[in-house]
């Protein structure tokens, strides 16, 4: 279906643009999803201009990662659903219309970035690195128990930010008998309320041993054996992970970061790994990315690097969530994952 120009009246309770790539049977899922009165449509792309050419009057919702530039252009907008869980790239850009209900995608990527997860720290504790050291030298050690991995369960894990990420890695760490702590900006919030993949996440919050503020991020992470960042990333949260953090956790803990790159402090982080005062970190996110070449972070000791891939794999959840939110503003119903744009998340 290609873009309608602005001016279009929209059909009874008006055009809901869509500047995002699904593909054809995604589409027709969402498109069933639609009551009767509002249109779906597709835009020819989805970069800002596409965004920008999408909006115009009669034009109530809107499903991109882009903001529209001028909300004047887009006055009768009251719903935008992004397609990620982070929003900063939103809010950064200005305050965010009144009027406009924001809905991001957190519960989404849990599945694949609890995953990820898990495997880093089965990594760091079965010696992946090493053994594979071993295979492609064609040695075999003379001393094989320096190879062997060591338990996870009885570990302690310490999470930092507890949505639907971080009880979906609470969920898949007590599987493995580890000793769960979640640190979180609200931790009276026990209960998850978001979008969530059946059988995943933590949503009445009992799995964590103790769940505390973020004023007890210190003596929390002194606990740790690993720490996961899944926080946003917001004013409150950047350099969250700053060098007294880094400094209360054991020499031989790990920190593992899925979340933003500048919630842990670059320089701060640099310093504990190249002083060995860190078992090691995994850093899947960055403060610039791509990460330039001439990083010191590439060659640091005890740190491995991904590309940002760690919520790659959505499945059909992302695809679920956008009908479900469909259903519901179309139907008049609440909507799920509402962006509170003073928090940020």
Known sequence: MTARAQSEPATRGGQIALAFRFDRHDIDVLRDTVDAGFELWLAPGMDQQAVDDA?????????AQHRPSDPRKAPDLRWQQVL???????????????????????????????????????RVTEQVDARRELQRDRRWPEDENRFTGRPVRGTTLVILGYGGIGREIAR???AFGMRVLAVTARPEKRVDDSFRAPGTGDPDGSIPEKIVGLD????TAAEADFVAVTVPLTPESRGLVDRQVLAALRADAWIINTGRGPVIEQTAL????????????VL????EEPLPPDSPLWNAPGAILTPHVSGSEAGTALRDLVAENLRRFTNGRPLINVVDPVRGY
């Open 55 to 63: 909006v115009g009057p009669g034009v109530v919702g809107l499903i």
């Open 84 to 122: 990620s869980a982070g929003v900063e790239h939103l809010l950064g850009s200005g305050q965010w219309p009144r009027a406009v209900t924001l809905t991001n995608a957190r519960g989404v990527y849990a599945p694949a970035i609890g995953q990820y997860v898990m495997g880093a720290i089965l």
């Open 172 to 174: 898949l760490a007590a």
């Open 216 to 219: 007890r991020l210190h003596e």
């Open 270 to 281: 640099l310093e504990a790994l190249t002083q060995h005062r860190l078992g090691g970190a």
């Open 284 to 287: 899947d996110v960055f403060d």
